[in-house]
């Protein structure tokens, strides 16, 4: 069976795929995928110390329920409650064309305890007049404020598109980049968007990855940075956050949060601070999970979310009066 390695995006460019050299016709039995996931894991996981995580007691936790008489379903339990100990968004495992898929943001790991703090029905009906569901809108609200929605980084403009937003902004005295309910996508779209609000080289991070299989051996730091491109806007900018924000959107927020006239409203971010691996097991099963760190300039990990400068909550009274209590603060900050 072809053994792959998905693609992996870190920084803002494409890395090229490391491969995971796997012998042609490798052993195909419970134990010897559980045991070869569990090494894979073991050499190129990210995040161990930061969530103080012992893979080896994990290994003795599940290692023991492994046989190879175990029925497809039973196996798939344990393994992805074995995946589950990381407590990453990133992790996902999948049976192909099976009902059999797990991902740690399904099992509301990372949203449980936070309100929603996004309603798109009060977004449109009451400030935008159009565009439900939209991934990207854009328009200039009273009082002369900008306000561009990006609903998701898979959502790609190109940079003739967002020059176009970009100038219409430019006689606005304020922007707002709403980022709620961004689960994230392509970080190359950081780029196409951020290179608009830095006048110069600016670094944002760093990446890096594990070297070995040794606890706290990795490579070098690698610096990240974006070089201005395009229409530029230098005024106030408040970005809207939501703890549905994760992965690109995750860093796009950490990014942001680093540039002096830049403000973050809402909520902690979900988090997912990381490029994922990911790869097929000699059974056929899909896996991934996060390799490559990215750190802020501090080179302080991003994967537990950021925190804005504005904590606000939609309370219940706003949102039955049908008001958005998070975009009415970032308007009172940029009046």
């Not at 329920?65 to 992805?80: C, G, W």
């Not at 404020?145 to 403009?157: A, N, V």
Request: glycine share 8%.
């Amino acid at each position: 069976m072809k053994k792959f390695i998905l693609l992996i995006l870190v920084g803002f460019t494409f890395l090229s795929c490391e491969k995971l050299f796997i012998s042609p016709n490798p052993p195909n039995t419970p134990t010897e995928n559980f045991d070869l996931l569990w090494k894979t894991v073991r050499d190129k996981y990210c995040y161990f110390e930061l969530k103080g995580i012992n893979w080896q007691s994990i290994y003795d936790k599940y290692r023991p329920k492994v046989n190879d008489q175990l029925t497809q379903e039973a196996f798939f339990t344990i393994v992805s409650q074995m995946m589950n100990e990381l407590h990453d968004g990133h992790v996902n495992l999948q049976i192909p064309n099976t009902r059999y898929s797990y991902t740690y943001y399904s099992s509301l790991g990372l949203l449980r305890g936070y309100a929603h703090n996004f309603n798109d029905s009060i977004l449109t009906n009451q400030y935008l007049k159009f565009g439900y569901g939209q991934k990207v809108r854009s328009s200039i609200l009273n009082e002369n404020i900008g306000y561009i929605y990006y609903g998701s980084f898979s959502t790609t403009l190109d940079d003739n598109g967002w020059n176009s937003i970009i100038n219409r902004m430019v006689i606005t005295k304020g922007l707002i980049i709403d980022i709620r309910d961004n689960n994230g996508g392509s970080v190359e779209n950081i780029k196409r968007l951020m290179q608009h609000f830095v006048s110069q080289k600016t670094l944002i991070g760093y990446t890096r990855s594990k070297n070995s299989a040794t606890l706290n051996d990795f490579k070098d730091y690698t610096p990240v940075y974006v070089e201005p491109s395009g229409s530029f806007y230098g005024k106030k900018i408040v970005v809207l956050t939501n703890r549905r924000v994760f992965s690109a959107a995750n860093m796009f927020a950490s990014a942001m949060s680093e540039q002096s006239q830049v403000t973050l409203v809402g909520d902690l971010t979900g988090g997912g601070g990381a490029g994922p691996i990911g790869g097929e097991l000699p059974n056929g099963w899909l896996y991934r999970f996060s390799a490559v760190a990215f750190s802020n300039t501090q080179k302080e990990d991003i994967e537990n979310g950021i925190k804005p400068d504005y904590r606000v909550n939609i309370t219940t009274k706003d949102e039955t009066a049908k008001i958005d209590t998070i975009l009415e603060k970032a308007i009172a900050l940029l009046n």
